[in-house]
């Protein structure tokens, strides 16, 4: 079936620092991708995603590509700050299965910045 | 614009009691999606409609749960009887159309407490 694996945190950076969040996957079709984000006591909110192979998405500083090559995803930013702080999350829909956007998620990486 | 609206926002509960969680897609969306959050497990997906109608409901834990949609704007999650292992935050997600490039929108989440 299809799985993400992510790496586990916590990840502790100082501010202005350079953020790698790794993620990996296997799929059996062909999937979308995205990064999910979530801040203490809310929900997830989407990040950015990416629907083909070398696709890159991107938002407030964040970058992912989508490597079939490597089967990867990872989440970079070049330069973090304390509001970063938050719990990420890959996850993967796989547009061959029947259940459309059935997402499957990691099991997150939490970020911690501190000034 | 609303978000994905859940209620209650916490709930505490004793053992064997029934709980109710209630969820308004954004308007419009035509996918509805259950989560299940906890720190030993992660995300689990619980169950997921289209137009309403239940599509997959393989990951509901056991017969004690149940979700209904019976319209467009509305879904409840039900346990009954409730338990310990049941404490947790629910998250309803919602998706404009049926497809794995879609975005899923969270929720607030329902934060569960049996006791």
């Known amino acids: 079936g299809d799985s993400v694996t992510q790496m586990e945190g916590p990840v502790t950076l100082s501010e202005e620092a350079f953020l790698t969040i790794n993620c990996t996957y296997t799929?059996?079709?062909?999937?979308?991708l995205f990064w999910y984000v979530q801040y203490p006591g809310e929900g997830l909110q989407l990040l950015l995603k990416a629907t083909k192979a070398d696709d890159k998405g991107s938002n407030k500083g964040f970058e992912a590509t989508y490597r079939k090559e490597t089967t990867s995803f990872h989440l970079e930013k070049g330069s973090v700050q304390v509001s970063d702080s938050a719990v990420y999350f890959c996850?993967?829909?796989?547009?061959?299965?029947?259940?459309?956007?059935?997402?499957?998620f990691g099991g997150g990486t939490r970020v911690l910045v501190k000034p | 614009d609303a978000g994905v609206i859940q209620s209650p926002r916490h709930e505490v509960t004793e053992m064997g009691q029934e709980v109710t969680l209630r969820c308004k897609p954004i308007s419009g969306h035509n996918s509805l999606f259950w989560y299940r959050q906890t720190m030993m497990r992660g995300l689990e997906l619980l169950i997921y409609?289209?137009?309403?109608?239940?599509?997959?409901d393989s990951g509901m834990p056991e017969d004690r749960f149940s979700a209904k949609m019976p319209n467009a704007s509305f879904s409840t999650l039900k346990i009954q009887p409730s338990e310990p292992r049941d404490s947790a935050v629910y998250f309803c997600?919602?998706?404009?159309?049926?497809?794995?490039?879609?975005?899923?929108?969270f929720g607030p989440g329902t934060r569960l407490l049996v006791l």
């Open positions: 996850a993967l829909s796989d547009r061959r299965r029947a259940a459309g956007n059935k997402l499957t």
């Open positions: 409609f289209n137009n309403n109608v239940p599509i997959d």
């Open positions: 799929a059996t079709g062909y999937p979308s």
């Open positions: 997600a919602s998706s404009l159309r049926w497809g794995a490039r879609e975005t899923q929108y």
